[in-house]
């Protein structure tokens, strides 16, 4: 990208840290796990405090696979690494992080008196599988009933791209001339001349 060419700084609020530990934790997603996403879907999203509602859903296929809606060869809006969920995505919800949410609770340890009354005996209680919540994907789009995109028709079905995706494209976009550290990313968009931000108001 030239030296002078104006370019918008992406402000993130969820670490490489964070990140990473969903990579390992993804081999745990499944079906029928729940799922919740932010958005600003246009008339209901909070409009004087500009703060986003919080939509919910299923996860509908398999996630360890990738779900293809047609059998024919991978095509732009059919292809990919992605999950089918069961879920009202709507206008406003696309490029919305979808977090599974936290499943059991974490590991409790119980301490036990003895006869005398002192604590003696300890142990833990632990929920197999537990884990937090954590970043799965990014909302893409929802289905309708028809397979023809209409106004207000929807299947309460819509589709992700997975983490896996997220994750190619940043390690893509590594600052080199950091010496590659993810930890410290240079994505740089680039921007119309005309482009102008409306001021807050």
């Not at 589709?159 to 494209?169: G, T």
Request: proline residues 9%.
């Amino acid at each position: 990208m030239a030296e002078n060419t104006k370019a918008m700084e992406l402000k993130y609020a969820i670490s490489w840290k964070m990140l990473l530990e969903a990579e390992k934790l993804w081999p745990q997603v499944q079906p029928g796990d729940f799922v919740v996403f932010p958005g600003y879907p246009e008339q209901w999203h909070d409009k004087l405090q500009m703060r986003p509602v919080m939509r919910s859903g299923l996860i509908a296929s398999d996630p360890q696979t990738d779900y293809r809606l047609g059998e024919d060869a991978p095509t732009k809006y059919d292809g990919g690494p992605q999950v089918l969920f069961d879920a009202f995505s709507t206008a406003g919800n696309s490029g919305s992080p979808v977090f599974v949410a936290q499943r059991g609770v974490p590991p409790i340890t119980v301490v036990m008196p003895d006869g005398d009354g002192k604590a003696a005996i300890q142990g833990q209680i632990s929920w197999p599988n537990y884990h937090r919540p954590f970043l799965v994907g990014i909302n893409a789009t929802h289905y309708n009933e028809t397979g023809f995109r209409q106004r207000n028709e929807h299947a309460g079905l819509s589709r992700f791209h997975k983490l896996s995706a997220i994750m190619d494209i940043l390690r893509a976009n590594q600052d080199l001339s950091r010496g590659g550290s993810p930890l410290s990313m240079n994505l740089a968009i680039p921007v119309p001349d005309d482009f102008k931000i409306a001021p807050p108001s």
